[in-house]
């Protein structure tokens, strides 16, 4: 009978995952991109066996009343299955680089200094509920030469154990330590308080979920933190734009999933297109019951829409981040009110512009403090495996370590080498 507290729990793994972490930083590009083949060949053939495994984790989150967009987040379909599996394959096809070496350059002395990229360690990942995030998480641990603590929500156990031990299996399959990859195997909420506080095991956390998870390990923690609290996305419909091809981006960035922190929550609207552009996304987002909250001057154009719901905004509005059917809408002047809202109100993390103008793109891209920032397409873009990354640890939303979605060089660092022949210094 297994009587281990859950702090002895932690502890042990951070040991495995310390002593893991020295073969995994000196693993071959080759080895590395056997694992990462093999796991997404699983992830193909296991699908039925992993499905049965998410099935119990969704008929227990609908007995446990959570709202459908937090069930929806939950699923393992054939399509997520498919792009976690391909996300995989284009971790293993990209160049690794670890152990590249930057900015060598010859100095005074006669040494040569520059910088050479490193694994960080050991990171430990606190997620709720996207059990590919699992995925993510450890296929981007095998590329970059990590080890990783994984830690998912208790409302996805199931699935993240059967993901979990087809990463350990390809782990095996590649010759490199099944310790590599760990995944916390109580949903005792104490494991949290102790991964966050064992910081000569570990070398970063990365949360990703709600705002009080975060906030939570913001404050606790004894390991340095890579994180984002909201998503509070804008797309931008400025004057000059294309009106269909604004009214394609808006639709997409809203509704083409609602749950995504990369979904547009605002919709900005300048004066001079709103006549044109408002009835005709209204018409859109009536069509698939999306509320409108919208300002006094945008309800006279979103009101012809047959079937709208619409809301009068509050100021609270443009700081919620909705994850659902619903939508702030605001006219503004021009380019100027929108960039000074979006820099106001967002959580710096996703925002984009519809325009013509080549001068407002670029003052947009320059002005617009996220970390990512887009020109005539969709926010939902946001997303390291669209970003070619292969897969994504999270968005960051920080300034430093890493900024917007964190693939394999946000989970790196760089260290000085010094190359010499003899040299001293005088």
Known sequence: MNTRTTEEIMHAMGVQARRASARMAIASAKEKALALRFLADLLRQQAPALQVENAKDLERARANGLTEPMVDRLKLTDTILETAAQGCEQLAAMPDIIGDV??????????????????????????????????????LAIKSGNACILRGGSEAIDSNKALAA??????????????????VPTTDRAAVGALITMPEYVDVIIPRGGRGLIERISAE?????????????????????????????????????????????????????????????????????????????????VSQAPQAHVVSATEADWSTEYLAPIISIKIVAGLDEAIAHINQYGS???????????????????????????????????????????????????????????????????????????????
């Open 102 to 139: 930057i900015g060598l350059r010859q100095q005074p002395s006669g040494i040569r200094v520059g910088q050479m990229r490193v694994p960080l360690g050991v990171f430990g990942m606190i997620y709720e509920s996207r059990p590919n995030v699992t995925i993510e998480a450890a296929s």
């Open 166 to 183: 087809l990463v350990r299996q390809a782990l095996v399959h590649a010759q490199l330590p099944e310790d590599g990859v760990q995944l």
């Open 221 to 301: 923690a004894k390991v340095p933190v890579i994180k984002h609290l909201d998503g509070i996305c804008h797309t931008y419909v400025d004057d000059p734009s294309n009106i269909e091809q604004a009214v394609v981006i808006a639709d997409n960035a809203k509704t083409h999933k609602y749950s995504p922190c990369n979904a547009t929550e605002t919709l900005l609207v300048a004066r001079g297109v709103a006549e044109q552009f408002l009835p005709k996304i209204a018409a859109i987002y009536a069509a698939k019951g999306v509320e409108m909250r919208v300002t006094d001057e945008a309800r006279a154009w």
């Open 348 to 426: 710096h993390h996703t925002d984009a512009i519809v325009t013509n103008n080549h001068q407002h793109a670029q003052r947009f891209l320059r002005e617009v403090d996220s970390a990512s920032v887009m020109v005539n397409a969709s926010t939902r873009f946001a997303d390291g495996f669209e970003f070619g990354l292969g897969a994504e640890i999270g968005i960051s939303t920080d300034k430093f370590h890493a900024r917007g979605p964190v693939g394999v060089e946000g989970l790196t660092s760089l260290k000085f080498i010094v190359l010499g022949e003899g040299e001293i210094r005088q």
